[in-house]
Each structure stands twice: as C-alpha cells, then as structure tokens.
C-alpha cells in the first residue's frame, strides 16, 4: 500500500509544480502580448499630434500677415526724430551705385534751377544790363559848437556837446568832445558858435573847417 501512495504523491507532485510554472507563465505571456499593442498604439496616437502642430507653426505668420499693419505716429520727440533718420541715411546707404549716381544727378538739377531762379530775381530787380552806379564822395557830416580856443594860426578848437538818453536807466547823458577846424581868415574867436562841415585832412589834427559863424560872444 505504501508503495502505491508513493506513487500517486509523486504524480500529484510532479503535477503540482507543473500547474504552477504553468500559471506563472500565463501571465507573463498574457504581459507580452499586451505590451506590443501599447508600443505600436502610441507611435500611432502621437503621429497625428506632431503634423497638427507644424501645420499650427505656419498659420501663425500668415495670420499676421493678413492682419492689416497699424499706421504709425510720425516720430514727435527729438530722440524718435534722430532715430528716424537714423534709419532712413541706412536704407539710403543701401542703395546701388547707380541709384546713388541718379540721386546726385537730381539734386545737381535742382540746385542748377535755385541758382538760375536767383539771378533771375537779381537782374529782375536791377533791371537788364543797367550799369551799377557810380559811388560819389559821400555827404560830409557837420556839427555845430563853440570855439574854447583861437590862439593858434588858422586853426580853432571847438567843443562840441552831446546829449543822449540812456537806453536802459533812461537818464540824460551829457557829453562833449572837441576838434580842430581850419579857419583860414581866423575869423572865429573865442565863445562864437559856429557850424563846422567834414573836410580832408589839413594837418596832423585837423580834419574839420569853418564854415559859417553862427553867433558871436558877448
């Protein structure tokens, strides 16, 4: 009997342990066939996300570019200002030579007509070939004074006095300053008032000459 108990244990044995790898082994399959469907599914469901957004990327400038640009503020301050022209001597230094050459062309035509448009107005208002006058001696000054000293030979000393008005303080300002006339009868004597005119020089001193006595001295 213990013989043939033996033998069943060892066949309940031998089956259990079987049973066992074999359920252990079941999941794991089960595991691995499960995991390759996820792998394959998520390259799958991520494919449609990346097209979606580089079609996202570009709509973007062509959205921009639709949307009509906002007409800009002249520049006001004095620093937008030299910005501004900053930026427009740069676009100008990008120019070709050849448009460079047409700009100074340009401006050489226009400078040409300013110039022919004064002269012009110049010999417009001169008239046509009218000749320039003549420049005369110019008018003599004359002033009038009175005689502080006849003592020397066809000469007298007048003393002319000035009054003016200051112009800030607005007080009267009395001034004088004397000259030497040439008297050629010495007809003056002192304490006359006289009127003496501009002359040419007729000595060192003497840049002035009698010409009436006005009122004798007491």
């Known amino acids: 009997m213990a013989d043939q108990e033996n033998p069943e244990k060892t066949e309940a044995e031998e089956v259990a342990p079987e049973a066992a790898a074999a359920e252990e082994a079941a999941p794991e399959a089960a595991a691995d066939e499960a995991a390759p469907p996820a792998e394959d599914a998520a390259p799958d469901e991520a494919a449609p996300e990346a097209p979606a957004a580089e079609d996202a990327a570009p709509a973007e400038p062509a959205a921009a570019a639709a949307a009509p640009s906002a007409p800009q503020a002249p520049p006001s301050t004095p620093k937008e200002r030299k910005v501004a022209a900053r930026a427009r001597r740069g676009k100008r230094r990008g120019a070709t030579p050849e448009e460079r050459a047409e700009t100074r062309a340009q401006k050489a035509a226009a400078r040409s007509r300013r110039r022919a448009s004064e002269k012009a107005k ?17 008018t003599p000054k004359i002033r009038m004074g ?9 000469t007298i000393t007048v003393r002319i006095d000035v009054a003016h008005r200051h112009r800030r303080y607005q007080k009267i300002i009395r001034t004088s300053m004397t000259l030497h006339a040439h ?7 002192e304490g006359d008032l006289v009127r003496v005119v501009e002359a040419r020089p007729t000595s060192r001193t003497k840049r002035w000459r009698l010409v009436e006595i006005l009122e004798r001295a007491k």
């Open 183 to 189: 008297d050629e009868r010495n007809d003056a004597n």
């Open 122 to 138: 110049r010999t417009g208002a001169k008239g046509e070939g009218t000749p320039p006058a003549d420049h005369g001696t110019g």
């Open 146 to 154: 009175t005689v502080v000293s006849d003592k020397a030979d066809k």
